[in-house]
């Protein structure tokens, strides 16, 4: 990437980059604390060409996203907690009915309205399993403003390339901090546009199989009849309760995420090669925690981070050659304890796998970790 540097606020990258992502189109209801995101889409988007709309509520907000990409436009909206709980219903039909779509989340303290300007990371099993049923959906979690920015991108091209809704999910403080960022120009980005069917196909399926599982997509006025909705439906979109036919049509669904996992996997080592005290984290506890490795380097211990930045689906295959030799694995999280549950399904019986956890709005810090990471070597 190549463009010129600005210094942003990390929910400002966030609304630059879905416009320089090609986003003409962001439906929502303010929320602390991902405000910003609406305040700088307002000012972007009719600049752009696009669409702004404050929405009545939460559920409206995803439904008008839906609707403008069912009608050829990329489209995203933004929320917090309470939002993102609200959000779930839509969420679930945009992946039924494979709706390219991006959904910010801006995480904050809960439950219920909690604490509407303090941190937290107890979205992280709500933003993989918030909607009822079996449903693929693709979680990045960025560290720093500058992740943001280029992650933003990404969902979009994921979102545009797999007919898949992505959530891009970062806490409070990354939401609020300002970096230097490069930013890139639009003309020489370039972006991923969804598979598009070609003219006007005779027998054409919207939820035909393909090789990479992800139907072409009849855009608007070209000609062919579509039917998309809610309920299991067979490759002619029209609703079934047949069970080979929900099986056959299920299968491929959900198959998008292992056929393409190598594209949506990504992820961040520090020090893992020979490490024997492994650190699992995601945001603003992970620039505590290569702190944390640093300090527990210089004192012989030999400590390493992995940072799932895709962290649903979860890059399982990295973390196990990451945490090979571990004989402790820390994850430090600001919940009750929620991705330490996806480590120990991972971990071996030889690894101890241990939480550190904080529920008060109040990030982790470096000194915390290294204090926890010492009480498991004892």
Known sequence: MSGNFEYLHGNHACAVAAVTAGC???????ITPSS?????????????????IQMEDEMGSLAAVIGASV???????????????????????ASLAEVPCVIINVSRGGPSTGMPTRPAQADIMQSRWGSHGDHPVIVITPDSVKEIYNETIRAFDLSEKLRIPVVLMFDQAIGHLQESVEVAEPEKLKTIERKWVKGDEDGFEPYAATKDAVPPMARPGDGQRVHMTGLTHAESGYPTQDPDTV???MERLLSKLEINKKEIEKYECIETVDAEYLIVTIGISARAARQAVKSLRRKGVKA???RPITLWP??????????ANAKAVLVPEMNAGQLVLEIERLCSDASQVAGLNKIDGEPISPAEIVAKLEELIK
Do not use: C, D, H, W
Not at 24 to 29: E, I, K, L, V
Not at 36 to 52: C, D, N, Q, V, Y
């Open 24 to 30: 003409r189109f962001f439906a929502g209801y303010q």
């Open 36 to 52: 910003e995101i609406a305040e700088r889409m307002s000012k972007e988007l009719p600049a752009a060409g696009g669409t702004f």
């Open 71 to 93: 009608g050829g436009v990329k489209a995203m909206t933004a929320t917090s907690g309470p939002g993102f709980s609200l959000k779930q219903e839509n969420l679930g039909y």
């Open 247 to 249: 099986r056959r049509n």
């Open 304 to 306: 390493g981070l992995f």
């Open 314 to 323: 979860f890059p399982e295959e990295a973390f196990r050659e990451a945490a």
